[in-house]
């Protein structure tokens, strides 16, 4: 099992900068921002950029794997994603992996921007986001017509430092089982429960378990599959569920919403990732 920190993009860029130091110095594995670009409709939210942030965060530190936790594609160029994506790989060394998604909340994020938010539209985007962006890291000349991209007699270089390519975990809310098909495409999923109200929830372990059955009844080869589930701190029992339905990373929260989430989440960082 691995153990990484994830963060809302909220508040002072230096301070997450920091925290990703943090959590680099006390043996954790991995440092992902969120990737929102409104956050919220009832509250001006003091939101800032992952990707500069996560430039910034691969200058100082040394070894932590750095991401996002998601990207939503759809309301993303592909080849502005990949140019970022490729130049935070060189920077980093190769400690990148790219968290995709549709995105949440569909309002702040993509509604009231002038973003299309229907579902299937975003997912559309997705996938042929995700098509474009392989065939951009790949260095080689290629052609593309998509219903929502168009690319024509273009290669990218340089090629990221990672082969064969960057890796890309996919989120997606279960009991929707489409994502998790898409997750099995590549090479690591990141599932999110839901409530009735819509809402992020935690999974239940046994919902852990259903899940990576059925994503890897959709698997093609035996490539090495990441599945990254999130909880509020460190509750060993609920990590020894988690492992034995087949996590390989675990992402915990703090606890804390609102003001004084830093304080929390450095207080947590500094206790340092379980043994094991």
Same mark, same amino acid.
């Given at each position: 099992?691995?153990?990484?920190?994830?963060?809302?993009?909220?508040?002072?860029?230096?301070?997450?900068?920091?925290?990703?130091?943090?959590?680099?110095?006390?043996?954790?594995?991995?440092?992902?921002?969120?990737?929102?670009?409104?956050?919220?409709?009832?509250?001006?939210?003091?939101?800032?950029?992952?990707?500069?942030?996560?430039?910034?965060?691969?200058?100082?530190?040394?070894?932590?794997?750095?991401?996002?936790?998601?990207?939503?594609?759809?309301?993303?160029?592909?080849?502005?994603?990949?140019?970022?994506?490729?130049?935070?790989?060189?920077?980093?060394?190769?400690?990148?992996?790219?968290?995709?998604?549709?995105?949440?909340? &569909? %309002?702040?994020?993509? +509604? #009231?921007?002038? @973003?299309?938010?229907? !579902?299937? =539209?975003?997912?559309?985007?997705?996938?042929?986001?995700?098509?474009?962006?392989?065939?951009?890291?790949?260095?080689?000349?290629?052609?593309?017509?998509?219903?929502?991209?168009?690319?024509?007699?273009?290669?990218?270089?340089?090629?990221?430092?990672?082969?064969?390519?960057?890796?890309?975990?996919?989120?997606?809310?279960?009991?929707?089982?489409?994502?998790?098909?898409?997750?099995?495409?590549?090479?690591?999923?990141?599932?999110?429960?839901?409530?009735? &109200? %819509?809402?992020?929830? +935690? #999974?239940?372990? @046994?919902?852990?378990? !259903?899940? =990576?059955?059925?994503?890897?009844?959709?698997?093609?080869?035996?490539?090495?599959?990441?599945?990254?589930?999130?909880?509020?701190?460190?509750?060993?029992?609920?990590?020894?569920?988690?492992?034995?339905?087949?996590?390989?990373?675990?992402?915990?929260?703090?606890?804390?919403?609102?003001?004084?989430?830093?304080?929390?989440?450095?207080?947590?960082?500094?206790?340092?990732?379980?043994?094991?």
């Amino acid at each position: 099992m691995r153990y990484g920190i994830t963060v809302p993009n909220l508040g002072d860029p230096a301070t997450l900068v920091e925290l990703a130091l943090e959590a680099d110095r006390a043996g954790w594995d991995g440092f992902f921002p969120w990737d929102h670009i409104r956050f919220s409709t009832e509250f001006p939210a003091p939101v800032v950029d992952p990707w500069v942030t996560l430039g910034a965060m691969a200058a100082r530190t040394e070894r932590i794997r750095l991401g996002t936790m998601v990207t939503p594609v759809a309301r993303r160029r592909p080849w502005k994603l990949a140019r970022e994506t490729v130049t935070l790989d060189r920077l980093s060394g190769g400690r990148v992996t790219l968290g995709v998604g549709l995105g949440y909340p &569909r %309002d702040a994020d993509f +509604e #009231l921007l002038g @973003e299309d938010p229907d !579902e299937r =539209v975003r997912a559309a985007k997705l996938d042929e986001g995700l098509e474009v962006l392989e065939r951009l890291w790949s260095g080689e000349p290629f052609d593309f017509e998509g219903e929502h991209f168009h690319v024509r007699a273009t290669a990218f270089v340089p090629r990221p430092v990672q082969r064969p390519r960057i890796p890309i975990w996919v989120a997606g809310m279960w009991p929707n089982r489409a994502p998790f098909r898409r997750a099995a495409r590549f090479d690591g999923v990141f599932p999110i429960g839901v409530d009735e &109200r %819509d809402e992020p929830r +935690e #999974l239940a372990p @046994e919902e852990l378990a !259903e899940i =990576v059955a059925y994503v890897r009844e959709h698997r093609i080869g035996s490539a090495p599959f990441d599945v990254a589930v999130a909880g509020t701190g460190l509750d060993a029992e609920r990590i020894r569920a988690c492992r034995e339905a087949g996590a390989t990373w675990f992402f915990p929260y703090a606890g804390v919403e609102g003001p004084g989430w830093e304080d929390a989440t450095l207080e947590l960082i500094r206790r340092g990732p379980p043994p094991g």
